[in-house]
């Protein structure tokens, strides 16, 4: 058995019972309960429809999105996520080489490693190293004034504890940002790649071994092996290259607002909801929500 679900994004709250009623008879489905009025419904199926994803696609126009996945097993018992374009709305790299007058280099090769284009590693060691000479005080300014949580955050980690799951925040950016961030949202736990200082001034280096695409699938690995469970109880979710290992590994692994090529490889993609979907998906209720 599976579960169809349709997600509009919260903020329009635009998804007609015309248009639920309409899948539903086409696919036969059973019966239908609607989540959230105007934004989340879902009904199970016998087997995937055959033109499900030419239905993805007209409804992406529409700024629906559609997910199946198998009914058993949907609720999870660890979330796993990336930070950066993911729970928060920006590159904490990005923003701090925009201070340190270094923005356009920085960016261009952040764009280039979530396409996939370059090494993780490589990456990092390139972008790190253009903001040495920067003060340790700039992340504090970049994180009062330049990062916004993404909705919905709160809501799904405070929902999913609440059921006894456990959260942890998984970066291949910084520990002086997933520190903040981890706090504000409420995980359990976050791991992430240490910058190096020498009073009080970048060195334009950061602690080895970099925490890159193979340690957050080895994260994934070593909560659920801690907690007695394994990779199917996991729900991952994230947008860049480096996150697709653990996103592919995970019993459930979300693409939300994903580079091309991250989406392409993964068949749960939220490209018009919030942090949100991913309870929906669950088959959560928007009464259920720990807000």
């Not at 903020?11 to 899948?23: E, H, K, Y």
């Not at 609607?34 to 993805?56: C, M, R, Y």
């Not at 058993?72 to 993911?86: C, E, N, P």
Request: charged share 15%; glycine share 10%; proline share 3%.
């Amino acid at each position: 058995m599976f579960t169809v679900t349709l997600l509009a994004a919260p903020a329009r709250a635009d998804l007609s019972d015309r248009l639920i009623q309409d899948l539903h008879q086409a696919w036969q489905g059973g019966h239908v309960i609607t989540l959230a009025p105007g934004i989340a419904a879902e009904f199970p199926v016998e087997a995937e429809p055959a033109d499900f994803w030419q239905v993805w696609q007209d409804l992406q126009v529409q700024g629906i999105d559609l997910v199946i996945q198998p009914t058993a097993g949907r609720r999870k018992a660890i979330l796993l996520a990336d930070m950066d374009s993911t729970m928060i709305q920006q590159e904490c790299i990005d923003e701090l080489a925009d201070m340190a007058g270094v923005g356009e280099r920085v960016a261009a090769i952040t764009a280039q490693a979530m396409n996939g284009e370059l090494n993780f590693h490589e990456a990092l060691i390139a972008r790190v190293g253009l903001l040495a000479g920067l003060s340790e005080s700039v992340v504090d300014q970049v994180l009062d004034s330049r990062i916004t949580l993404t909705p919905g955050g709160r809501t799904l980690i405070a929902t999913m504890k609440a059921q006894g799951a456990y959260t942890a925040l998984v970066s291949g950016g910084f520990t002086v940002f997933t520190g903040p961030v981890s706090t504000a949202l409420g995980f359990d736990e976050h791991r992430a790649n240490t910058l190096l200082a020498d009073q009080g001034v970048l060195t334009g280096h950061v602690a080895l071994p970099v925490l890159g695409r193979e340690a957050k699938v080895d994260a994934l690995n070593d909560i659920a092996a801690a907690k007695g469970l394994t990779p199917a109880d996991v729900l991952a979710v994230g947008d860049g290259a480096n996150d697709l290992g653990m996103l592919q590994l995970a019993g459930t692994g979300v693409a939300l607002h994903a580079k091309p090529v991250v989406a392409q490889q993964v068949n749960v993609r939220i490209n018009h909801g919030d942090l949100t979907a991913l309870l929906y998906l669950q088959g959560y209720a928007a009464e259920e929500f720990i807000q």
